[in-house]
């Protein structure tokens, strides 16, 4: 695994939800721009910047590929 996916597996182990749960709640979001996304993780969330990151990435280009 390369990218963003890469840290999933410690994104699940260190915080306890599944990617799933986390894009979820990225997608049900008000915010869309990447670093708002991630600040608003980091902040609401208390996820770590490259955790958060990771997510948001990986989420919004998923969704750019649809």
């Known amino acids: 695994m390369k990218g963003p996916a890469s840290y999933f597996p410690s994104i699940e182990k260190k915080y ?6 986390w894009k979820d709640l990225i997608r049900s ?3 869309t ?3 708002e996304l991630v ?3 980091k ?3 208390g996820l770590g910047h490259g ?6 990435a990986h989420t ?4 750019s590929a649809k």
């Open 51 to 56: 955790h958060a990151n990771a997510l948001v």
């Open 43 to 45: 902040t609401e969330h």
């Open 29 to 31: 979001s008000p915010l």
């Open 16 to 21: 306890g939800r599944p990617i799933a749960e």
């Open 39 to 41: 600040s608003w993780l």
């Open 33 to 35: 721009k990447h670093m």
């Open 60 to 63: 919004l280009t998923e969704d």
